[in-house]
């Protein structure tokens, strides 16, 4: 090639690069504009999935593995100068930082209300986790539409109430699907066809929350009961003795009285 010629094809990849017409991801024709550079409509698209996989991840944790995805990706890109890599970073990091505070904020908000968990789970669902109870809050989805659970709406549970706490991992063998269900003696006034759909079931999947956060949850809760349960099971216990030597005739109704009114904290 002669020299001559060999400059005007490096000002024309020059041009290309910088320019108007190729897509800044693939070199193939641009059609589309993002952030003032010029992409085809392939790599627009995929440019829009990472603003949306950004704006719609539903816990930090998601939304810092996403953001180091998109970093990596557009650094492992050569078509990238080092200019427009920082542009597109640069883009991608605002949204970061705005949804990042934002979920801050949220979590600031919720600690101050005593919510020490709060998860989202499939069809709609979403569990908040007290000292002292749990709110599982239901919107009408797509999906709760199609399972038939469309109630929209509110269940607390008190610890107190509980009589059984049942829990089970998101796994391949339940079709993705884990739950934690808090039984209590009331009757379940939902669509109580299965584990998954009833009123007291908090069902989720490993895109919204993790098993390991979820196991931490119900030790969480597991503890809460025992807490609840024990002091009753050994006031019931101590009970059943004083009834036995009030059987016994030892001790009068009277002071067999007066001893369960105190274990019972009545
Ligand atoms: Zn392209």
């Known amino acids: 090639m002669e020299k001559e010629e ?3 094809v490096d000002e024309l990849m020059k041009f290309r690069k910088k320019g108007s017409s ?13 952030i003032e550079l010029d992409f085809c409509k392939t790599c627009a698209i995929n440019f829009d999935g990472r603003v949306r996989m950004l704006n719609e991840a539903s816990n930090i944790e ?18 990238y ?5 920082e542009k597109v970073i640069q883009y991608f990091n605002e949204i970061y930082n ?9 979590e600031e908000s919720k600690k101050k ?3 020490l968990y709060d998860v989202k789970g499939n069809r709609g669902r979403s569990l908040e986790v007290y000292a002292n109870k749990i709110v599982i809050k239901t919107a009408v989805t797509v999906g ?29 063998t339940v079709g993705f699907i884990g739950y934690l269900q808090l039984e209590t003696a009331s009757p379940m006034m939902n669509n109580d066809k299965s584990n998954f759909f009833n009123e007291n079931t908090f069902t989720f999947d490993n ?8 196991e931490e949850i119900e030790h969480y809760i597991d503890e809460q009961l025992n807490k609840i349960k024990s002091p009753l099971i050994s006031s019931a216990d101590e009970i059943r003795k004083f009834k036995g030597l009030l059987d016994d005739q030892i001790i009068t109704q009277e002071e067999f009285d007066e001893k369960k009114k105190k274990l019972l904290n009545l």
């Open 81 to 85: 100068d080092n200019e427009a890599k």
């Open 207 to 214: 895109t919204t929350v993790s098993n390991e956060l979820m």
């Open 22 to 34: 190729t897509c800044i991801e693939c070199g193939a024709k641009a059609k589309e504009k993002r």
């Open 62 to 79: 998601a939304l810092d593995k996403y953001f180091s995805k998109v970093v990596n990706t557009i650094n492992s890109k050569e078509s």
């Open 113 to 115: 209300e005593g919510v």
């Open 98 to 106: 705005e949804r990042k505070s934002k979920f801050l904020e949220y």
């Open 144 to 172: 709760s539409i199609i399972s038939g659970n469309m109630t929209d709406g509110k269940k607390t549970i008190y610890y107190k109430d509980v009589i059984g706490l049942q829990y089970k991992p998101c796994t391949t």
């Open 6 to 8: 060999k400059l005007a």
